[in-house]
Nanobody, 121 residues
């Protein structure tokens, strides 16, 4: 069974920084795209950033220039460095990975349970 566990969330003042981490575990053969999404209170989950297996990155316009996504395939980790945080960045941040489990042919999407980021003004 595959598990994604996020960490690094917390309370930070506007203008501050946080680094989120996501650790994958289980019988994983290969990773495809990995990414971060977020859901603010009362809103739908939205895309934040993603990184492909060859490290091509895409960002939501709202975080471009402030957030940086990276990955370490050997450690089965994906990171989100968040700088110049704003109160509107407050949300639960979810890790997502498109991966193939050992013994399976198809890729599947897996999600973590999220980590809360609160940015105070």
């Amino acid at each position: 069974q595959v598990q994604l566990v996020e960490s690094g969330g917390g309370l930070v003042q506007a203008g501050g920084s946080l680094r989120l981490s996501c650790a994958a575990s289980g019988s994983i053969n290969t990773f495809n795209t990995m990414g971060w999404y977020r859901q603010a209170p009362g809103q739908q989950r939205e895309f934040v950033a993603r990184i492909t297996s060859n490290r091509f990155t895409v960002y939501a316009d709202s975080v471009k220039g402030r957030f940086t996504i990276s990955r370490d395939n050997a450690k089965k980790m994906v990171y989100l460095q968040m700088n110049s945080l704003k109160p509107e960045d407050t949300a639960v941040y979810y890790c997502n990975a498109n991966l193939r489990q050992v013994g399976f042919l198809r890729y599947m999407d897996s999600w973590g349970k999220g980590t809360l980021v609160t940015v105070s003004s």
